[in-house]
């Protein structure tokens, strides 16, 4: 597989063919410098990809069959809004490694506090930063990528046949859950950890309370350390 990839929305590709717009036809043709007739692989970040070929003009691409690649878990990853770029540390990563969906949320221990303005601006550049590291690790679909004004929205968005996590220092060791479920959501609290009150919400959602090793973790760290040890129990890493 060619290690040059990149990202359209469906709506851009048709049988056949693939219409650029205009960020992709600058990348392809003033950041990568590719001519016509060069190879690449083009995703719709749904879940296909497509062998295609660089057409004269970097107006459209020539697209092959199309293959479709999915994560074999459905993980769902609801961490608690941080400061600074952490988050956008926990996307980019999160990515890289299969979640299926990033879903930050505002606990009542959360330092930061988004304006309604503000977080549409900030799930925005979450997305960007979704779609890159889909294209940089291989990936054919892109997480979905939302903001939840609370514990209790986020737990709700949670769709129905999801196993439910929450992260806490005295619950049961992570590797000992039993079965092997369809898809898994997890909750990670914020730097001063979620209260007992949230604890309890997210138990009364159908959680169970589950920990991720002895020692104390910061909170893109457990976020990030619960993402590949899911994976490792229950989806595709090794």
């Keep these: 597989m060619t290690a040059r990839r990149l990202f ?6 048709g049988p056949g063919e693939a219409a650029l717009t205009p960020e992709a036809r600058h990348y392809l043709r003033d950041v990568l410098r590719l001519e016509a007739g060069a190879e690449l692989e083009l995703f719709d970040g749904r879940g296909s990809a497509y062998g295609a070929v660089v057409l ?37 990563k999160a990515t890289e490694l299969g979640a299926t969906c990033v879903l930050p949320f505002a606990a009542g221990r959360s330092v930061v ?14 997305a960007r930063i979704a779609a890159e ?27 129905p046949g999801l196993a439910r996590l929450v992260l806490d220092p005295g619950g049961e060791p992570l590797s000992a ?25 997210c138990e009364a959602a159908g959680a169970r ?27 595709d890493m090794v």
């Design 8 to 13: 359209l929305p469906p709506e851009r590709i």
């Design 56 to 92: 004269p003009g970097h107006e459209r691409l020539r697209l092959g069959p199309r293959r479709e690649a999915r994560p074999a878990l459905a993980l769902w990853l609801l961490p608690a809004l941080s400061k600074g770029q952490k988050m956008d540390l926990v996307v980019q």
């Design 113 to 126: 506090r988004l304006e309604p303005g503000r977080g549409e601006a900030r799930v925005g550049r979450w």
């Design 133 to 159: 590291a889909a294209r940089q690790c291989g990936r054919a679909d892109v997480p979905e990528v939302r903001l939840a004004p609370s514990l209790e929205s986020a737990l709700a968005a949670i769709p």
């Design 177 to 201: 859950l039993p079965g092997a479920p369809a898809g898994l959501a997890a909750v990670v609290g914020p730097e001063g950890g979620l209260t007992p009150e949230e604890v309890q919400a």
């Design 209 to 235: 309370r589950v920990a991720v090793g002895p020692r104390i973790l910061r909170a893109e760290t457990a976020a990030l350390a619960a993402v590949v040890l899911i994976q490792a129990r229950f989806g």
